[in-house]
């Protein structure tokens, strides 16, 4: 049963990260950078009902993405939730990234297009320098 479902596009990232780099905090700062590789997001939220045990949930929608050419990153289960992380190349770079989150309540699923290569490049390096200096 849908709840939400929105779309943002590139001129909303352009906006955002504009409004972000005027921020004169560090990590607003790295979000800008971040926002200038990303060109679109949809997120949906869905309640579930009925929903099976998730110790032996297997989606079979799951395999349809991996047959048009989606690889699963990370699949992850906690108690009571299930992650999955879902990524396509494109030209040789990663295009898009598809984010499940299913629980017992919801089914969140994010889609994200753009450059994302160097967006996990920023988010690596950035990471690796805050971590040097102790500020993570």
Request: net charge negative.
């Amino acid at each position: 049963e849908r709840e939400m479902v929105i779309t943002l596009g590139p001129g909303t990232f352009r906006t955002l990260g504009w409004m972000a780099g005027l921020v004169p905090e560090e990590e607003a700062e790295m979000a800008s950078g971040y926002l200038d590789e990303v060109r679109r997001v949809k997120v949906g939220v869905y309640r579930v009902n009925h929903l099976p045990t998730l110790d032996a949930f297997d989606p079979p929608r799951l395999r349809r993405f991996e047959k048009r050419g989606w690889e699963v990153a990370v699949k992850a289960r906690e108690d009571d939730e299930m992650v999955w992380v879902l990524y396509r190349e494109r030209y040789g770079a990663v295009r898009d990234v598809f984010v499940f989150v299913l629980d017992e309540e919801n089914l969140v699923m994010a889609r994200l297009e753009g450059h994302l290569n160097h967006l996990l490049e920023r988010a690596v390096a950035d990471h690796a320098r805050l971590t040097a200096f102790g500020d993570w």
